[in-house]
């Protein structure tokens, strides 16, 4: 393994040079390590160039990245290439992770190593997202970024857990490990990660692009969401450790999803795998019927896997679906569109209104905290971030909550007896059966239970 000395000085490209001040970590094309450059702590990737088929190529390509620039402030972008040495070696820089990120692989394992900085110790510290909403604001952050780096006509091309960065608390991304990233119909060799890549790439059929991406990121958001793999099910484990052919048949040529409904034969383990049955059976129909497409037609023909703009639009009405009720319960208060707009706590019995959206169609259950966001409202809004109004607490009324506006954009309240009333930024208005609440030119309005009776 080639390595760097701490202390040592790499010049970078352009001018400059970066000082290494300690290693980050190591992965399979090099590794990765803590360096000080004009002043600032950066990471540098230094590669190991027996694990780089074509070094030339891939520099080069790293280094139209660099120019091209992110195509979205989710990704760790390359900033700056190192000059190359005498032994032909090179790396490049990027911006330092947060501490409060942990990687996927942890969230989904949900434990982490730590080393005791004195004593050296190894331990293991939980993993955890502060709830639902993180989670699937994580979920609906990671196929926001692979649809943007789609739209420029690029593919990740080793789409794994090890690449993404979650904030537990805030469900908000950093996707790491970008220098795969290659325009549509370029690969400089890397193949990606056991149990990610796509069938037709695993019986060496094809290479990794924006077909196998899609494979790969419906992998990754099954094992976020159910913390298994999607083929690993009585057929695999029963199989025991696998040889290279077995691999290849039960993840290339006739993998078989563990909730295929027209095949039983991978279903999970009983008695081992009985969580990933419990958390299927806890997301909605619309949710499983996603991962059923990707994993069985998915399989073998790429054309029919989901694209991250219909990955986008679950994840927001998944969101904006979760019940987070004042006893402690979280669960999902899904509505059709014919049924009676009401949402009963499935744990206490209490129930709450809902929000009903007219373009979107979305009906979100108003407790304490929910947030409305813009790409509820209207599908055709891409900054899923992006809060307009929060459900909050009535002080004088526990029992009546308000809606709060968030925006400096007013909002027009309309109430069922047809008086108006503008809420500015900051203002609220109580949660009134029949409230009619306009923002811009999309319409929500508010369904109580009490409206039925
Ligand atoms: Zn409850």
């Known amino acids: 393994m080639v390595g760097l000395s701490i202390g040592q000085d790499i010049s970078i490209q352009y001018g400059g040079s970066a000082r290494v001040l300690g290693i980050l970590g190591s992965g399979g094309q090099g590794t990765v390590y803590r360096v000080g450059f004009h002043g600032k702590t950066m990471a540098l990737k230094w590669y190991d160039l027996s694990k780089i088929s074509s070094p030339e190529g891939f520099r080069r390509n790293i280094e139209n990245n660099i120019d091209d620039g992110s195509p979205d402030k989710r990704f760790v972008w390359p900033q700056f290439l190192t000059e190359v040495n005498a032994d032909g070696e090179f790396g490049y820089l990027m911006e330092l992770m947060p ?3 942990v990687q996927l692989t942890d969230v989904i394992s949900s434990f982490r190593q730590v080393s005791d900085p004195l004593t050296g110790m190894v331990g293991s510290r939980p993993v955890l997202f502060s ?17 943007a780096l ?3 006509g690029k593919s990740y091309q080793d789409l794994n857990d090890g690449g993404f960065f979650i904030d ?3 469900g908000d991304v950093l996707v790491c490990d970008c220098d795969n990233i290659a325009p549509e119909g370029s690969n400089f060799g890397i193949s990606g990660k056991q149990g990610y890549m796509a069938p037709e790439i695993v019986r060496g059929m094809a290479v990794p692009d924006v077909q196998t991406d899609k494979y790969s990121l419906a992998v990754l958001l099954f094992r976020m969401l159910f913390r298994a793999d999607p083929l690993e099910g009585a057929r695999v484990l029963g199989a025991g450790t696998l040889t290279e052919t077995a691999r290849r ?3 290339g040529n006739n993998g078989v999803f563990i909730f295929d409904p027209n095949d039983t034969s991978n279903r999970p383990v009983a008695g081992i795998q009985d969580h990933v049955v419990s958390l299927w059976e806890f997301f909605p129909q619309y949710v499983r019927d996603a991962f059923i497409r990707s994993f069985t037609l998915g399989m073998g023909d790429p054309s029919k896997r989901l694209i991250e703009s219909e990955w986008e639009q679950l994840f927001i009405r998944l969101r904006a679906e979760i019940l987070s ?8 208060c899904v509505n059709d569109l014919t049924a009676a707009c009401t949402c009963r706590c499935p744990a206490c019995g209490r129930e709450y209104a809902v929000l009903e959206y007219n373009k979107s169609k979305i009906k979100a259950p108003m407790y304490c905290g929910y947030k409305i966001h813009v790409c509820e409202l209207d599908p055709l809004y891409t900054l899923t971030e992006t809060v307009l109004g929060e459900v909050v607490e009535n002080r004088l009324d526990r029992s009546m909550p308000g809606i709060k506006n968030c925006t400096p954009l007013g909002w027009r309240a309309v109430l069922p007896d047809g008086k108006v009333y503008n809420v500015r930024q900051g203002k609220g208005i109580p949660v009134w059966s029949g409230l009619r609440v306009e923002i811009g030119n999309v319409r929500a309005r508010v369904m109580q239970p009490d409206a039925r009776k």
């Open 168 to 170: 537990t608390e805030t």
């Open 150 to 152: 789609h739209r420029v």
């Open 99 to 101: 501490d409060n990120y």
């Open 325 to 332: 009720c004042i006893c402690g319960a979280e669960t999902f």
């Open 249 to 251: 048949m039960a993840y």
């Open 131 to 147: 709830g639902l909403y993180a989670n699937l604001t994580a979920a609906v952050n990671i196929v926001s970024a692979m649809r």
